[in-house]
């Protein structure tokens, strides 16, 4: 290493009083805007349905950085990408919180009779028609209490199982680089692990979120939220890195280089969904069946109308025009902000996803403060323990064959 301009710094793990800052805030927004959520659901009218539908939305906006995490580690053992050493020991954090989402996914199993209407007998499954009834009983095989219950769990295991292996195997590699073949066996794994993700989580989100309406269906939705997955968990890394960089070890090894790579990502990310939403309005608008396109029409009636205005511009056109500027990707003041605003938008657009399967018939927008505070809630619980793992373990890759590029000077045209 002595023709590279830097050096591996001694320490690897991120300062503990840098972390413990964040960790200690996280903590406090978890809690109060869980109490706030609690006395909201007691108090206020239809308060238990409201809790109900924004938590749900909340709750799939966090599982899903879990999930988008898990992905992307499994992508880029499979890539062999440069890209991914800086955010791998992020991505290995932020994919170890599934035993927090299965204990947070309790208060959807309590109240589920108040959110899906394939339920006989349900509030919801009472405000359907007979031919809705007709096609739910159809679906019955799938759509049932009991085997809705059983497969969360199975998810979550598999989800667990797979995080868990490709975390403690990349430890295993920094202790004992020479004593494996580590790059056939992790790519072994995330080759199989990759597939494995796409068909349950898409196989989640037909349960979580599309059986809302349970005579609506697309075959491409899975896909719509596999990219909005990655999108939350490259700005989660990027936001996460950048914070991290103020002090060692991440200070010495992150160059602009790598902040292009993974704001080149993301942009990505930003085109890949618009492309997935996109093609998914063109189809059910092509073919013109009612079954189909209500689900549009309840999004595009009233002023619901201009919430999808809002994010046609903001969670595709102005990251796109932004992320364009090789510059401007490069720049932290910028990145960091950008990033968290993605994640907001992210939230917004899980709103117009699920509230529209609950509103009335006048399609206005019924806006609750619930949908603000749920995902505050939940996230706040999720940065703590993505925080307390990121400090238990070397926040930076001890062995890998491409780390020692790490250490040159940056390229020329970088």
């Excluded at 709750?59 to 950085?65: I, N, P, S």
């Excluded at 072994?188 to 037909?206: C, D, E, K």
């Excluded at 993505?386 to 890998?400: E, G, M, Q, T």
Aim: aromatic share 14%; glycine share 6%.
């Amino acid at each position: 290493m002595e023709t590279h301009a830097k050096r591996l710094p001694a320490e690897l793990n991120a300062p503990a009083w840098l972390l413990d800052r964040y960790q200690s805030r996280a903590l406090i927004v978890g809690g109060l805007f869980t109490i706030l959520l609690i006395i909201g659901a007691v108090i206020t009218p239809h308060g238990y349905d409201h809790f109900l539908s924004a938590y749900l939305a909340g709750y799939v906006l966090w599982v899903g950085a879990s999930l988008g995490c898990m992905a992307l580690l499994m992508v880029n053992h499979l890539s062999a990408g440069k890209w991914g050493l800086i955010i791998r020991r992020v991505l290995e954090s932020g994919a170890a919180q599934f035993p927090l989402m299965l204990i947070l996914f309790i208060p959807i199993a309590i109240g589920m009779s108040h959110l899906f209407p394939w339920i006989p007998g349900s509030v919801r499954w009472m405000q359907q028609n007979s031919d809705a009834h007709t096609i739910m009983q159809h679906k019955e095989m799938l759509l049932n209490k009991t085997f809705f219950l059983i497969r969360v769990p199975i998810y979550f295991f598999i989800w667990w199982a797979f995080s868990t292996t490709l975390r403690r195997w990349s430890i295993e590699r920094d202790r004992n680089p020479h004593g494996r073949d580590w790059q056939r066996i992790l790519e072994n794994l995330s080759g199989i692990g990759i597939v494995v993700y796409a068909i349950t989580m898409t196989f989640a989100i037909v349960d979580w979120i599309m059986s809302l309406d349970a005579i609506w269906f697309s075959t491409i939705y899975g896909l719509i939220y596999l990219a909005g997955q990655g999108l939350t968990a490259f700005s989660i890394c990027i936001i996460t890195v950048l914070l991290l960089s103020q002090e060692e070890p991440m200070r010495t090894m992150l160059r602009k280089t790598e902040m292009h790579d993974i704001g080149k990502l993301l942009f990505a990310f930003v085109m890949l969904y618009a492309y997935l939403s996109f093609s998914q309005w063109l189809i059910i608008w092509s073919a013109n069946m009612p079954d189909e396109a209500n689900w549009y029409l309840h999004r595009l009636a009233g002023n619901w109308i201009n919430l999808g205005r809002f994010l046609i511009l903001f969670e595709f056109a102005v990251p796109f025009a932004l992320l364009l500027s090789r510059r401007l990707k490069k720049q932290p003041a910028f990145m960091v902000p950008l990033c968290a605003f993605i994640i907001f938008v992210r939230m917004v657009d899980l709103y117009w996803m699920v509230e529209p399967n609950f509103i009335s018939t006048e399609r206005q927008i019924t806006f609750n403060w619930m949908y603000i505070a749920a995902p505050l809630a939940i996230g706040g619980f999720w940065i703590f323990s993505f925080i307390r793992d990121l400090k238990s373990r070397p926040v930076l890759v001890a062995y890998d064959p491409q780390m020692e590029e790490l250490l040159e000077p940056e390229h020329a045209t970088a």
